[in-house]
């Protein structure tokens, strides 16, 4: 089964530019999720989606941040402008949707973003 | 609102000895506990969980850990620790259903020859 894919990888951009990263979950999975990561810290949510629909964005900054996720497969995060402070790791994670009490969620690789 | 408290940054040990990393949580319900570790330029990986039932639980890569509710503590632990186990290591908490993980800070787990 393949994990929960993330690109790029690695992006270094000047303040005030725009960057965008991309997510694609695991096959089948209902939830996704954007976590941001700072530098010695955990990763703290940006945002969730059900399906195309958003679940919680209280902590996505909707002044330079957006994020959508159409036909609830694919996602992007997009930030304009970025700020200094928006260098971190953004971690991609999704979670299928069953009966179970909890179901787990799977992490992608991460995009580490670095703003100069 | 939750929040977990791991109160050590950084631990060194020497390869072979036993590990103990702590996770203090704060959740006003029943928490789902979870450890996570990050190697460098990897995702998080899933250790082990703890929903209910047996409060010493059993995960990947001979780790263990013990949710104490007294204490609101779920501390993770390995008997013998190996060089590859050098590492990020993540508490988390959550909440039933598909809800969004909290994360500690993490401890960065050194391991000397």
């Known amino acids: 089964e393949a994990g929960v894919a993330q690109s790029p990888r690695y992006k270094i951009i000047e303040k005030r530019q725009s960057v965008a990263f991309w997510c694609n979950p695991i096959s089948g999975h209902a939830t996704l999720y954007w976590y941001q990561q700072i530098l010695g810290q955990g990763p703290k949510l940006l945002i969730q989606?059900?399906?195309?629909?958003?679940?919680?964005d209280s902590q996505l900054p909707k002044d330079r941040f957006s994020a959508e996720r159409l036909k609830g497969v694919d996602s992007t995060l997009k930030i304009q402008p970025a700020k200094l402070e928006d260098s971190a790791v953004y971690l991609c994670?999704?979670?299928?949707?069953?009966?179970?009490?909890?179901?787990?969620?799977?992490f992608g690789p991460g995009t580490r973003l670095t703003v100069l | 609102a939750q929040s977990v408290t791991q109160p050590d940054i950084h631990i060194t040990v020497s390869e072979g000895a036993s590990l103990e990393l702590r996770c203090n949580y704060s959740y006003g319900a029943t928490p789902y506990l979870f450890w996570y570790v990050q190697s460098p330029g990897q995702g998080l990986q899933l250790l082990l969980k703890y929903f209910s039932g047996d409060t010493l639980v059993q995960g990947i890569k001979g780790f263990e850990a013990e949710f104490k509710r007294s204490q609101s503590s779920f501390n993770l632990r390995k008997p013998s620790v190996h060089w590859s186990d050098a590492a990020e290591y993540f508490c988390a908490v959550g909440a039933q259903g598909n809800t969004p993980l909290v994360f500690g800070k993490g401890t960065r787990l050194s391991v000397i020859a």
């Open positions: 994670a999704s979670s299928p949707l069953t009966g179970s009490s909890y179901n787990e969620q799977f």
């Open positions: 989606f059900q399906n195309n629909g958003v679940v919680d």
